[in-house]
């Protein structure tokens, strides 16, 4: 469905996300091409212990795969996703752990705060242990329930309705 679009990123890949969601193009509704007339804006954002600030808490690494060894410092600001948080922004979905040694929780942390300022629906979940690069995070008893958090909070915003599947092939999955 056309409204139910959205993206999700783990790590740096949360970077890519989030910039996704804060430096979109509303599209033209004049424009004759009709890819042009469409905004490029996701209608939601899922965000994996992501890298979000290039300025503070930033995980130097990206910084530099990303921008280089001496970026200009705009570029540095424009590309901190939590500076660029708006009322536009989609509603985001975050998770992360406290014992991320790689990337620090206060991305997650800055990125839910600019999201509640401006307004846009948002749910953190900061797990207390585990490290950078979980994923599913399958066999740790807590942080294995980040999935069923992310499928609840898609099914409150109407993102997961399987109602109107009429195969049994469609069925929603069993969450555990």
Known sequence: ???????????????????????????????????????????????????????????????????????????????????????????TFLFHTTADATVPVENSVMFYSALRKAGVPAELHIYERGPHGVGLAQTDEALSSWPSRLADWLRIRGLLNFGSLNSAAHQPPVLK
Do not use: W
């Open 1 to 91: 469905m056309a409204d139910r679009v959205g993206i999700m990123g783990f790590s740096a890949g949360g970077h890519l996300a989030s910039t996704a969601g804060t430096h979109f193009d509303a599209g033209n509704s004049g424009a004759a091409d009709p890819i042009e007339k469409t905004s490029s804006r996701p209608d939601f954002l899922v965000l994996c212990y992501p890298v979000i600030s290039l300025v503070n808490f930033a995980h130097q690494g990206s910084k530099r795969n990303l921008l280089g060894e001496n970026p200009d410092p705009k570029l540095v600001e424009s590309l901190s996703n939590e500076l660029q948080v708006t009322a536009q922004t989609p509603p």
